[in-house]
């Protein structure tokens, strides 16, 4: 008989996780500790913007019509203690307030109380960012906790989805890793994804630390790369070259590829900041932090473009934001998702609006979230509307949407056709044409 699945935390990762599952054909139980978040998803109706995730969960939610019922939903542990023999823990690792390291609480928490209902065999995959070294604590965490005692196995199993192709990368990740100690957990996972999920995906078996690791040096690289680029737009900002050519350029070689050498204003979301924060935390903890000094200029620079974002608009507007109203395009970290964590967007609007400018932002998804993080910034319900009256206009997170904006209509709601693009996304000429003064973050001005 096919295992049984249950998943630990429904954000971003869990949820898309448990679809997912359903999808394949198993039987799915998720939890979550936050009882609305429950309600929600048993519902039918997630609780993010995540595209195609909906679809997915009403094929399968019980309880919507015409479903396959394979997915279920709870908040009690005793529940998925004798649903399951597979167990994914999906919850989250944020950054701890004022420091580097993560918040391992709600890993720590959600294993503990699985453990207290482990009555029979199972196997508990932890799929959460962790520093290294976590799997084997949480392994003897679980050895001492669990009524099956040796009956329960761990194995680690990192994620790799991007949010705004959560059920993409999920159902067809370009590889699989698993951490283990043992043979039977691995036995397990390959049962579990000998299913389409695996189908021409490198299956890679590691020990924990490795697993663990391979997640953290992936962002991290991942990130190492945008700064790259980034700090080659500072230099072609002085020297008079274009980024985006030089991207291009260096791209062709295979060995570097095309792909994150989008310079602009950085990287921000609930991960690869945090990840590399939590990954020099650790490394500290280990005594080997010189191993990752690069990552604090990773970072550095990345803050650097915010900063610098601010800078161009303040200097477009003539020197100071007083009295100067500003119009700010995109809220979210990235297109394609309603998160705003980390976002360098609403940190660029932030700032501009605690130097003294009036910003109204627009953002397609974000706007409800972007709200609750800054409740003092202006809010308008289009992007005609953000640039009303505008004397700039900052293009700061780079949706399909405003690739389409007309700048001959937009030219005649604003105060002055000036525009940055701090994603350099939008299409120069056409802005040119239409007779704006159009700036990009490390090209020429034209
Ligand atoms: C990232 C990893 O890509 C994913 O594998 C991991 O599981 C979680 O962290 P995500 O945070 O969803 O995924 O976003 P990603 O697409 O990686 O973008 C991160 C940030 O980098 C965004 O703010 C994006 O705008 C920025 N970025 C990306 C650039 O500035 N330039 C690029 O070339 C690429």
Redesign the pocket.
């Known amino acids: 008989m096919a295992p049984r699945i249950t998943v630990i935390g429904t954000g971003y990762l869990g949820a898309t996780h448990a679809a997912a599952m359903a999808e394949l054909g198993f039987e799915v139980l998720g939890l979550d500790v936050v009882p609305e978040k429950i309600e929600m998803l048993a519902r039918g109706t997630v609780p993010m913007y995540e595209p195609g995730l909906e679809e997915l969960l009403r094929r399968h939610a019980a309880g919507i019509e015409g479903s396959t019922g394979r997915l279920r939903f709870t908040t009690s542990w005793e529940e998925v203690g004798e649903f399951g023999d597979v167990h994914f823990v999906c919850v989250n690792t944020p950054q701890k307030h004022g420091e580097y390291a993560c918040d391992m609480s709600y890993v720590e928490a959600a294993v503990s109380s699985l453990a207290r209902v482990l009555h029979r065999p199972a196997l508990v995959v932890g799929k959460s960012t962790v520093p290294v070294g976590s799997a084997a604590r949480l392994a003897k965490l679980l050895a001492e906790l669990a009524p099956a005692g040796a009956d329960v196995e761990l194995a680690w199993n990192p ?6 192709f959560a059920v993409q990368d999920t159902l067809h990740p370009d590889r699989i890793v698993v951490g283990v100690a043992g043979e039977r957990g691995e036995k397990l996972l390959r049962e579990v994804y000998a299913t389409p999920i695996g189908e021409g995906s490198p299956f890679v078996v590691a020990d924990y630390p490795t697993a663990e690791l391979v997640k953290t040096a ?2 991290s690289f ?1 990130a190492t790369k ?1 700064s790259f ?1 980034n700090a080659m737009a500072e230099i072609c900002e002085a020297a008079g070259g274009d980024v985006v050519k030089l991207a291009e350029a260096i791209g062709h070689d295979e060995r570097i590829g095309k ?4 310079a ?1 204003i ?7 900041p945090k990840d590399i924060r939590a990954f020099m935390a650790r490394a500290g903890e280990l005594g080997v932090d010189q191993a990752l000094t690069f990552l604090r200029e990773v970072d550095s620079i990345n803050m650097r473009r915010r900063g610098h974002m601010v800078e161009l608009a303040r200097e477009t507007v003539g020197g100071s934001f007083l009295g100067q109203r500003v119009a700010v395009l995109g809220a979210t ?2 297109p394609d998702s309603d998160d705003v964590r980390d976002s ?1 967007a609403l940190n660029v609007a932030g700032q501009i609006h605690l130097q003294g400018g009036q910003v109204t932002v627009y953002d397609p998804k974000g706007m409800d979230n972007a709200r609750r993080l800054f409740p003092t910034l202006a809010y308008a319900p289009t992007a005609l509307e953000a640039c009303r009256g505008a004397q700039v206009v900052l293009h700061l997170t780079e949706w399909g949407e405003f690739r389409e904006l007309d700048p001959a209509a937009l030219a005649t709601v604003v105060a002055e056709r000036r525009v940055l693009d701090g994603r350099n996304a939008l299409d120069a000429g056409a802005w040119r044409q239409a007779g704006w003064v159009f700036r990009a973050m490390g090209r020429p001005q034209a």
Do not use: Q
Not at 266 to 272: P, R, S
């Open positions: 994620e790799f989805l991007r949010e705004g992936a962002n991942l945008i680029i792909k994150f050498l989008r602009g950085g990287f921000g979301g609930g991960c690869l970290f990235k360098p």
